[in-house]
């Protein structure tokens, strides 16, 4: 059989697009949680406040509850004298009038009396003794008042479909009293390792052999983009094994990765067999990034599946590249990712017409924060391990000069 020479590269936006097409966006599958168990997932729903927040007029500060219009004119000198007629008690309904020229004492989140319009705080008044205070500046209605539905009103929506509840939004929904939530289920994500040379982890491997690494590290990324992966273990580089063992565990799950054999040498065996699972097929195989060319993308019946570079970090590196957005555009949602600006911390090169990878480990010098490129040989995981996020260096840029400004994508 003729093997072509070389892959011919696709741009990984273009590469995306091509994928994208095929991905009906989520969530497909969604399961209702209690407040506690939350945090961390996707909202399936926009969940609109049944009540306004807070639900009553509040002091926002400890003091006393005025009519603002007691107040106007004081100062040090000619102060406001108010008697004090009583107390708000937290938690209590204020159901009396202060009444003009008088006050009454109240804390942070009790009742504004019908009539009071403003708090002066304890700090602002003095003591005069015989239940009078001295207020040394005049009140602004509204001040130091939190009026009813301030923070949210009734009806509004509280937290966006699609929002990865972080302990705020858990904590604006328990103030609304909305005690569980419907949240969107992780794709099944099924991930199998090509290779005659692996062995499993538990197995010494001799000379020659190593251990299945893939395997781990793409069902811990996949934990953590919040898929449900399944460890579908090691496959020989067999055409008929492989496509056999893809078919089956692609019967049961939403997604594939399989990692290892994506290139084109004779024992390269993922496209042939990923293009055996349905219709249309591979849709991208070879991406113009480094590290991890050899990349297939494909969609096979509605199921996207993924043949990565079986380099380690060529495979992760894909993987936030193309499977974990797929992930959650599944769930409905974007994969969560945080960037910090640096200046490279040496030079960096790169070939025009590829984009690059470049893992950073990100120090502060002269009251700067540099990105360190972490050279190793053969960009071995060691230089992940010690990465702790990554530069992308632009498919049109011939390498950046130590000192450019970059945007580090933290890990
Ligand atoms: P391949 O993509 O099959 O050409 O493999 C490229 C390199 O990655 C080879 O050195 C393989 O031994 C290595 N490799 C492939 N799969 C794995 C794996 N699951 N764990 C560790 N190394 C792997
Ligand atoms: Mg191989």
Redesign the pocket.
């Known amino acids: 059989m003729a093997l072509p020479l070389f892959l011919s590269l696709t741009p990984p936006d273009e590469a995306w697009r091509r994928l994208d097409e095929h991905l009906a966006p989520g969530p497909h599958e969604v399961e209702v949680v209690g407040l506690l168990e939350a945090c961390g997932r996707v909202l399936a729903e926009d969940v609109t406040s049944p009540n306004d927040l807070p639900g009553f007029p509040r002091s926002a500060v400890d003091g006393f509850a005025v009519r603002a219009r007691d107040t106007f004119g004081a100062t040090e000198g000619l102060p406001a004298l108010l008697t004090v007629g009583g107390e708000v008690c937290m938690g209590e309904e204020a159901r009396f009038v202060v009444g003009p020229g008088k006050c009454v004492r109240i804390a942070t989140g009790a009742m504004m009396p019908p009539d009071a319009d403003a708090v002066v705080m304890v700090e602002t008044t003095e003591d005069m003794g015989d239940g009078l205070i001295a207020v040394t500046r005049p009140a602004a209605p509204g001040e130091n008042v939190v009026g009813a539905a301030e923070d949210v009103e009734g009806g509004d929506v509280l937290v966006r479909k699609g929002t990865r509840l972080r302990p705020q939004d858990i904590g604006a929904l328990a103030a609304a009293g909305v005690s569980q939530v419907r949240v969107a289920l992780g794709p099944k994500v099924a991930i199998m390792?090509?290779?005659d040379?692996?062995v499993e982890v538990s197995c010494a491997p001799t000379p020659g052999k190593?251990?299945?690494?893939?395997?781990y590290s793409l069902y811990a990324a996949a934990l953590a983009e919040g898929a449900r992966p399944v460890a579908a273990g090691i496959m020989k580089d067999d055409y008929d094994e492989i496509a056999l063992a893809m078919r089956e565990q692609l019967s049961c799950a939403d997604m594939l990765i399989v990692?290892?054999?994506?290139?084109i040498?004779a024992r390269?065996f993922a496209r042939d067999a990923i293009d055996s699972l349905g219709r249309p097929g591979v849709l991208v195989h070879g991406v113009a990034v480094r590290p991890g060319k050899?990349t297939i993308l494909a969609v096979a019946d509605g199921k996207p599946v993924f043949g990565l570079?079986?380099?380690?970090v060529s495979c992760l590196t894909i993987f936030r590249l193309f499977v974990a957005p797929a992930i959650a555009r599944w769930m409905g949602t974007r994969p969560e990712r945080r960037d910090v600006e640096a200046r490279l911390g040496a030079n960096v090169a790169s070939v025009a017409g590829r984009e690059d990878y470049v893992g950073v480990r990100l120090v502060l010098r002269d009251g700067a924060r540099w990105a360190d490129p972490v050279f190793t040989k053969s960009a071995l995981i060691s230089g992940l391990v010690a990465s702790d996020g990554v530069v992308r260096i632009p498919a049109d840029v011939e390498g950046l000069e130590k000192g450019a400004p970059v945007t580090v994508a933290l890990f």
């Open positions: 390792s090509t290779g040379e692996l190593v251990r299945d690494t893939n395997s990692s290892g054999g994506s290139s040498g390269d050899p570079p079986g380099h380690p």
